[in-house]
């Protein structure tokens, strides 16, 4: 099973990013995904996660309204689009998938498969 996140980069605050996590090896319909987040010192946090037909979506707090999970079965992808960044964003974050036919989850416990990581940095 791989994930491959992509899309990271350096912004300016205020500046939007979509990031893309592509995996194999898994049947990508039947899991739910989810994206976390750790900043330098910090624990990995959860951000974002989305069931799998998108029934189900949950956000932190720190992202709700300007954070955007999605997720295109067929193409074994899923997105998410940050509008509005803040300089506290700054982040290494991480796609993940959980196990086969569970439900989204905002607990790190719940999700067997993670991707490598993306660098996000929000300058002020």
């Known amino acids: 099973v791989q994930l491959q996140a992509s899309g990271g980069g350096l912004v300016q605050a205020g500046d939007s990013l979509t990031l893309s996590c592509v995996t194999s090896g898994l049947a990508f319909g039947s899991y739910a995904l989810a994206w976390f987040r750790q900043a330098p010192g910090n624990e990995r946090e959860f951000v974002a996660a989305i069931s799998r037909r998108s029934g189900t979506i949950y956000y932190a707090d720190s992202v709700k309204g300007r954070f955007t999970i999605s997720r295109e079965n067929p193409k074994n992808t899923v997105y998410m689009q940050m509008n509005s960044l803040k300089p506290e964003d700054t982040a290494v974050y991480y796609c993940?998938?959980?196990?086969?036919?569970?439900?989204?989850?905002?607990?790190?416990?719940?999700?067997?498969?993670w991707g490598q990581g993306t660098l996000v940095t929000v300058s002020s």
């Open positions: 993940a998938a959980g196990r086969a036919q569970g439900s989204a989850s905002r607990s790190r416990a719940d999700y067997n498969y």
